[in-house]
């Protein structure tokens, strides 16, 4: 079955989703507990030994190699208040890219963030070095409970 799965595009493949049923009480400010990992494929196969992304703990993936990752995440998350509910990409530390909705009090917002990363290879004159965390912050409104589903695929 794995073979079928490989192939000139798919032999660099890797994919990992972490998922979250119970997300709690985040601060405005503070970075979603990304869940557990639920689905991981390497090489085209979840038989593979070899894999790049890593959690390092409950709100941090680390790309590990080089190449174009795409990033989604998608959230419901109720609001402790009315107003303005944001989530902030942050790849390496950096602000990426946010996506905002607006909530009424006690309601719940649909968040889905999408955005492609480029990894480079360790070089002191390029942006970016690895290894690099990829984390999710909750921004303007505090959360009082959601779900939330994270994938990180490497296209290239």
């Not at 038989?47 to 703990?57: A, D, E, K, S, V």
């Not at 190449?67 to 944001?86: D, F």
């Not at 970016?128 to 990180?152: E, K, M, Y």
Request: proline residues 3%; charged residues 15%; glycine residues 12%.
């Amino acid at each position: 079955q794995c073979e079928r799965l490989r192939g000139d595009m798919m032999s660099k493949y890797q994919m990992i989703q972490a998922t979250n049923k119970n997300i709690g009480a985040v601060a405005a400010g503070a970075l979603l507990p990304l869940g557990v990992i639920t689905r991981k494929i390497s090489d085209g196969c979840t038989c593979g030994q070899t894999f790049q992304l890593q959690t390092t703990g409950a709100d941090t993936v680390v790309i590990g190699e080089k190449g174009y990752y795409r990033i989604v995440y998608s959230a419901s998350l109720e609001a402790g208040a009315a107003g303005a509910v944001g989530l902030t990409l942050l790849v390496g530390g950096v602000e990426a890219y946010s996506v905002q909705a607006t909530a009424a009090a006690d309601g719940y917002v649909n968040l889905t963030l999408p955005y492609v990363v480029r990894a480079f290879a360790n070089c002191g004159s390029l942006p970016t070095n690895l290894p690099l965390n990829v984390q999710l912050r909750l921004d303007t409104t505090a959360a009082t409970a959601g779900t939330g589903n994270l994938i990180v695929e490497k296209m290239c």
